[in-house]
């Protein structure tokens, strides 16, 4: 400060130092939730200041007040259930007290990408993309389930080595707050051929044959004798079948193929056999 007198004399200033040491008010809040589940937080604080904001999975934010005090950031993270935090940093350093505001996650993921792979052994895979960290439930054809959890790219994939058949491959997810997408269903052809089976060809007393071994599980087997006529059965859930037939055979080829139930047929499996008795 300096003073001037009527004859324009100026006296010598006086400066007195001032060090800000106020804290900035706690900043207004609003949060809003996006589609992708992510979060849009804004309000007002000390125009210039830093505003920090932290989100409920402890990830945070930064950006500057502008000089009416608006700010504005968003996360395409997608959000759970928890508390928004949020504090103003002036420019000398001093933070303000936090502003904190609950959130609660009650928007469904989107629904998952699905893609569905053949495989040889008749499985299938399910691989795609959802929502980051979210729990993936696929049902497969067959009604039986499998669960993995998305990574953070939202990548998840899932192998059953159950053969399946036709029918439709349906995918969920479910986020930390347990709230579940709409399902998402492709459907699902097989075309695939069983794997031939694995034929074991036994002697019996009266001149006849058992004739087992593994196939697909669920699979109709059929047999044909040297003779030329045949047998069927159905492979259990683990894969086994036998039949037998009492009718003496003689030296001749054993043939077993396996049908599954979307009428696909395996190419044969061909034992020889000779009547030594």
Known sequence: ATATDAANNISEPTSVSYEDTGAPVAPVVNVTANEDGG?????TAEPGSTVTV??????????TADADGNYSVTTDVPQTTGTV???????????SE???VSY???GAPVAPVVNVTANEDGGLTVSGTAEPGSTVTVTYPDGTTSTTTADPDGNYSVTTTVPQTSGEVTATATDAANNISEPTSV??????????????????????????GTAEPGSTVTVTYP???????TADADGNYSVTTDVPQTTGTVDVTATDVAGNTSEPTEVSYTDSG
């Open 85 to 95: 935090d949020v504090t103003a940093t002036d420019v000398a350093g001093n933070t």
């Open 187 to 212: 459907s699902y052809e097989d075309t695939g051929a069983p794997v031939a089976p694995v034929v074991n060809v036994t002697a019996n007393e009266d001149g006849g044959l058992t004739v087992s």
């Open 54 to 63: 932290t989100y409920p999975d402890g990830t945070t934010a930064t950006t």
């Open 39 to 43: 979060l849009t937080v804004s309000g």
């Open 227 to 233: 003779d030329g006529t045949t047998a069927t059965t």
């Open 98 to 100: 936090p502003t904190e």
């Open 104 to 106: 609660e996650d009650t």
